[in-house]
């Protein structure tokens, strides 16, 4: 279980800054993201740390529970997965990403994000009301 706060707190802190930044300029966002995928070199990259980053977060946690604790899976085996298909699909990858690189998705995206690093923070810093 310690392993598990662990990672909520550094998996929510991150989805809630990430969420945060998109909304507050999703248009420098849209951007960025237009010119990650541009960039082969620095997608491979990309692609490489998230899957070593995938991989780790899979071999620490990788437990199928029945409660709240089975996000952290679900989000490692995410990671992993999208390293993988980064390195072994990258066009199909750029493809598949620019179907979704509109204002309203973006927002959405922010906003999910936001919601979801809220609740692990909440979880992993096991805050009281």
Do not use: Q
């Not at 706060?5 to 998996?11: E, N, V």
């Not at 248009?27 to 082969?40: C, G, I, L, S, T």
């Not at 490489?48 to 996000?71: A, P």
């Amino acid at each position: 279980m310690e392993s598990t706060l662990f990672l909520a707190k550094i998996m929510g802190v991150m989805f809630a800054v990430i969420g945060l930044a998109i909304l507050f300029d999703t248009k420098y966002y849209m951007k960025a993201f237009e010119d990650f995928f541009k960039n082969k070199g620095l997608m491979y990259v990309t692609g490489f740390i998230i899957l070593i980053m995938g991989l780790l977060l899979v071999l620490v946690h990788n437990r199928w529970t029945e409660d709240w604790t089975v996000v952290i899976t679900i989000l490692a085996w995410l990671t992993f997965l999208k390293g993988l298909f980064f390195m072994l699909f990258p066009s199909w990858m750029v493809g598949f990403s620019k179907k979704f690189m509109t204002k309203s998705y973006l927002t959405g995206s922010g906003v999910f994000a936001l919601l979801l690093g809220l609740c692990l923070i909440y979880k992993g810093f096991e805050i009281v009301f």
